[in-house]
């Protein structure tokens, strides 16, 4: 029997690793959603494609890891701004909801072409070799140590690009006024694509880190991670970075937590009860903030 | 030429006896046909299955389309009038002695299913948009992992053995009965609140639109209508499992309200129709009867590297069609309009079937 | 209005579709027989289908290559009808019906999933068609849930659900010894669910106590929280009843965390994907299986072969499920005494010893479920090794 605190530092891990990978999906929808007010559902998708991409680049290519990630993100990022030029720039002025469908519409195509190719479940050859240290009982993979620390790093990056770089402040104007900033000589169009490829790329890289931490991949996981990733974000507040950063980790750390705690049978119930109760709560998430709304 | 074809359609619609005659010659049909197997079974069940879809998409649009909110929780609703109706056949009616039970049966799970509508739309007074959808998400987990929890009422195996109690003719029935209760909850005074809701929540409290009420009523006979649809498809299908009523059966029926078109009852009942036919269509046996006329030359390649892989080819073709869709005609194929039959009297000029104007009721709907 | 003309237009399309498919195809006046074959193509189990059609296309063109079949003194063509139910049961229906009413096929194979089986099986006993289904193993597919009995048209190919529980249980406390054993299992899968709860009760009866009863839902794929939970309650061998996907990562991420107890699975480990999947995670465990390609019978061998040479991968057990129950269809047709559905479920009833590639299959009287033996294989050196025979 293991102690009790070394049991709930090993959970403590295990969502910690959960929690940073929502993190990295949650993100791109949380950008999206800042800068267009759109609910991108095709992102759970570019994930799963950026895992497939991982699975080719491993056994087709066989790079070494850092090229693979490098790979996968750039060319997730392609795959996100291929879309958004697609199916996203007409439906600009329409409403809202009609590029959500075509989000769907676009998610479903996504997976239904990854399953003409690939209808059996593949294995992603190991890209870093995995060490187990056991600290007083507790084990340590080092897989799961560089996940977390990549993802941290990933983001601490983005923060700076967001808050320090030009392109990061022409985001956040235009997900404050997308009518005027225009006219201050912003090229919206080109930084909205460059939203779309931060955000793909970053789902890039989060396919990438799965497959590693969870090698067996099929063309439909990433449905279930897509929708608690949205979640994660809309709990966190979405359209903000943090705030998606946070709600990610609340997800993951609660999904393990009620596995610890309770019967593993109740964990949906328990997860979405909870998840309801904050949001009624909290309307517009944790750190959203309420849309002044003129009469 | 045209002109003078639209004249008289819309004469013949203005007619009184237009809607009962309609009504008429539907329920006649229903009823020959399966007596005297004018079609065959297949093509029955797809016609029973396009009753259950408008029932469906009809209920999902008036919360989704005419009150613009963005509620995922439709399958979850289904879930409920589908187990609640099928226990009740199966454990508490004696329907094998009186069949009529059914319909009592029915209308008990929708019941049930309303009650759980009023659930949902408790949330929906705080809480709009996105996070609403979360909402409606969250609801519809909840009742899947009950449903599956639950051993009593089978858990993950569902319930088999259910009576088939479903037939055309009483399908539609329920389709028409329930499509004429939205259509007039629509047009009534709650069905202004509703669209008043849609377009400036706040003023229309101020205008003395009692918007807790309305909001509960919408939810509410959108939650019973999409109870029935489930107990129909239970007494159908013989058999029921929380996997069937997933976030991707939510989806389906998203996809029928959007591609028909949003706040519009025909365009429910267009994308309901078109989605399911079209679903059935792309059967690689249907694909290849339907091209067999064509010359071995065409037709074998054709087969070989297209039709046998249709299987898979559909659930590719569909999306990018429903994508192709939505890019022409961004609100749905009838968006904000509607079928000049289904529109009452007094609101027949004002309303009109012409593309609305861009006045702040687009700007309003636009912002979904 | 145009969009008055339009949407009309759009009606008037769609019911002139209606009626062709209502008109049904011309088929061409060979002699042939049609069979139906329902599979999995889209939907959550993929893998399932494509293995399951590429089976029943060797079958097919075996069959045909050899000249056909012959029923009644007359030599008839086989063609198939494949047709796709994404795991769904009101696709199962819709297909189901399309099948039997518009292409007139004189028996069904598939669905193999119990999800879509079910539905499939109602449609089919309806219309006094023949339906055998190789993969569902839910005891409801062939059962009148009203009146308790047998259905009269509808069999299958594999063993039931409780069967394997129960012989699983068996050997472990028998051969393994094991006293305390831990379950993982996927709460929103139904055959899982049952055989764990059936491997628990027996389990337990034997003697032995389930330590760790924890749960997972379809699509999960971090189990790190339940692991941590098996592992603190210190287990002889962890049950898996779980399809080989999942088993590639629980198994990984148990030996991972330093869980080095035996695994045990069932019937669903036994695909060749698994130990692609799941590498050495799983050398050295147990798991029950239709039959073993190791002591295979010829029959077996020249499957399996055939198989890895068309499509380039050794045959899973659904695979080699479905090719059985093509065979026995096929010998139900020899037996028939006319080309008809009551005479082809007649022949099917009657099969007293088919040597099929999942061993010898024969139906109890009135049954639609086979009398068929398991076998227990072991995981060794990263290929299946037959440990015992486990019969009824």
């Known amino acids: 029997m293991t102690q009790p605190g070394i049991y709930w530092l090993q959970q403590i891990l295990n969502a910690l690793q959960l929690g940073s990978i929502y993190a990295l999906i949650a993100l791109g929808y949380s950008m999206v959603y800042g800068i267009l007010t759109m609910i991108n559902f095709a992102h759970g998708d570019v994930f799963m494609v950026g895992a497939f991409l991982c699975f080719l680049a491993a056994t087709v290519l066989k790079l070494p890891f850092v090229l693979t990630l490098l790979l996968t993100m750039s060319a997730a990022a392609g795959l996100g701004v291929l879309i958004e030029r697609l199916a996203y720039k007409p439906l600009r002025h329409a409403p809202r909801v009609s590029a959500i469908i075509t989000a769907l519409g676009v998610g479903l195509f996504l997976e239904n072409l990854t399953l003409a190719f690939y209808p059996y479940p593949q294995h992603v050859p190991p890209l870093l070799h995995n060490v187990t240290w056991r600290l007083g009982g507790v084990a340590f993979s080092s897989l799961q140590l560089i996940v977390i620390s990549l993802s941290l790093t990933l983001m601490l990056v983005l923060d700076y690009v967001v808050r320090r770089t030009s392109v990061g402040v022409a985001m956040r104007a235009i997900s404050w006024d997308k009518t005027f900033v225009p006219l201050m000589g912003v090229p919206v169009n080109l930084i909205i694509s460059i939203t779309f490829a931060i955000g793909a790329g970053l789902a890039g890289a989060a396919g990438t880190m799965y497959s590693l931490a969870y090698p067996v991949i099929d063309p439909y996981m990433g449905i279930m991670v897509g929708w608690k990733a949205f979640i994660a974000a809309v709990v966190g507040g979405i359209g903000t970075i943090r705030g998606a950063v946070i709600g990610a980790f609340i997800l993951g750390g609660v999904e393990i937590m009620v596995v610890a705690l309770l019967p593993s049978t109740y964990r949906d119930l328990v997860v979405f009860s909870l998840l309801l109760t904050l949001i009624v709560i909290r309307p517009h998430g944790i750190l959203g903030a309420p849309r002044v709304q003129k009469v | ?368 | 209005m145009k969009k008055q003309l339009s949407v009309f237009l759009n009606l008037l399309v769609v019911s002139a579709a209606i009626a062709l498919v209502g008109c049904g195809a011309r088929a061409p006046k060979e002699a042939a027989i049609k069979i139906g074959v329902i599979v999995e193509l889209t939907g959550d189990m993929p893998a399932v289908g494509a293995s399951s059609r590429h089976a029943a296309e060797l079958a097919v063109a075996a069959v045909n290559h050899a000249g056909g079949v012959t029923v009644a003194g007359k030599r008839y063509r086989i063609d198939l009808v494949l047709e796709d139910n994404a795991a769904k049961p009101d696709q199962s229906a819709a297909v189901a019906n399309k099948l039997i009413t518009q292409d007139e096929v004189i028996a069904i194979v598939g669905p193999n999933a119990s999800l879509g089986a079910i539905p499939a099986a109602e449609i089919a006993e309806a219309n006094h068609t023949l339906l055998i289904t190789p993969w569902s193993t839910n005891p409801k597919t062939t059962m009148n849930t009203a009146s308790g009995a047998p259905k009269r048209y509808v069999f299958r190919a594999c063993f039931t659900d409780p069967f394997e529980g129960r012989v699983l249980a068996g050997f472990i406390t028998g051969q393994l010894k094991a006293r305390r054993a831990a379950v993982l299992y996927d709460v929103a899968s139904e055959a899982p669910k049952s055989q764990a709860e059936l491997f628990r009760q027996t389990f337990e009866k034997l003697g032995g106590s389930v330590v760790a009863f924890e749960t997972y839902t379809t699509g999960d794929r971090d189990f790190s929280a339940q692991l941590t939970k098996i592992q603190s309650a210190n287990p002889d061998v962890i049950f898996l009843p779980a399809y080989y996907n999942d088993v590639g990562l629980i198994a990984q991420q148990a030996r991972r965390q330093g869980l080095n107890q035996t695994l045990i699975g069932s019937d669903a480990w036994s695909s060749p994907e698994l130990v692609k999947l799941a590498q050495g995670s799983v050398e050295g465990a147990y798991f029950a299986n239709h039959y073993a390609a190791d002591i295979a019978t010829p029959t077996a061998r020249e499957f399996i072969a055939a198989y890895q040479q068309k499509y380039g991968k050794t045959p899973d057990d659904v695979a080699a499920l479905t090719y059985d129950a093509m065979g026995l269809l096929f010998q139900a047709l020899k037996t028939a005494v006319a080309p008809e559905r009551e005479a082809v479920r007649n022949g099917m009833a009657a099969i007293t010893g088919y040597p099929g590639v999942t061993g010898d299959i024969r139906f109890a009287p009135g049954s639609g479920d086979p009398v068929k033996s398991a076998v227990i294989m072991q995981v060794k050196s990263g290929q299946f090794a037959w440990v015992t025979n486990a019969v009824p």
């Not at chain 2, 609703?77 to 329907?95: E, H, N, R």
């Not at chain 2, 898979?312 to 994508?323: D, G, H």
């Not at chain 2, 005609?329 to 007094?346: A, C, D, N, V």
């Open chain 2, 1 to 368: 030429m045209i002109a003078a074809i639209k004249k008289h359609w819309n004469r013949t619609l203005d007619a009184r006896w237009t809607l009962p005659a309609g009504l008429a010659v539907g329920m006649v049909l229903a009823f020959a046909i399966p007596h005297f197997g004018l079609l065959n079974n297949y093509v029955q069940l797809v016609l029973i299955y396009v009753g259950i879809n408008i029932i469906l998409a009809t209920s999902l649009n008036l919360v989704n389309g005419y009150m613009g909110e963005f509620s995922l929780a439709h399958a979850g609703f289904m879930a409920v009038g589908a187990y609640s109706s099928a226990l009740l056949t199966m454990k508490v009616l004696p329907v094998a002695a009186y069949p009529a039970l059914f319909h009592l049966a029915i209308l008990a799970g929708g019941l049930i299913t309303a009650l759980l509508g009023l659930l949902v739309a408790l949330p929906s007074f705080k809480v709009r948009g996105d996070y609403l959808a979360i909402v409606t998400l969250a609801f519809l987990m909840i009742v899947k992992s009950a449903l599956e929890n639950i051993d009593a009422i089978g858990g993950p195996r569902g319930i088999s053995g259910i009576p088939r109690l479903t037939t055309l003719p009483w399908v539609f029935c329920w389709t028409t009965a329930l499509v004429w209760l939205i259509r007039n909850f629509v047009y009534s005074c709650y069905g202004r609140g509703v669209l008043a809701i849609r377009e400036d929540e706040i003023a229309s409290e101020l205008m003395s639109v009692n918007t807790r009420r309305v909001k509960v009523l919408a939810f509410m006979l959108s939650a019973f209508c999409a109870g029935i649809a489930g107990a129909l498809f239970a007494h159908l299908l013989q058999f029921i499992s929380p996997r069937v009523f997933d976030v991707v059966k939510t989806t389906e029926i998203l996809i029928m309200v959007y591609l028909g078109g949003i706040a519009s009852i025909g365009g429910s009942i267009l994308g309901a129709t078109l989605y399911t036919v079209m679903l059935e269509l792309l059967r690689p046996s249907t694909v290849a009867g339907l091209l067999s006329w064509l010359p071995a030359v065409v037709f074998d390649p054709l087969d070989h590297y297209f039709i046998r892989h249709l299987g898979v080819l559909r659930m590719i073709i569909m999306p990018l069609a429903l994508v192709l869709v939505m890019l022409f005609w961004p609100r749905g194929i009838l968006g904000l309009r509607e079928f000049r039959g289904f529109i009452p009297q007094r609101d027949r000029r004002s309303h009109g079937t012409a593309p609305l104007r861009r006045t702040n009721t687009h700007a309003a709907a636009d912002s979904l």
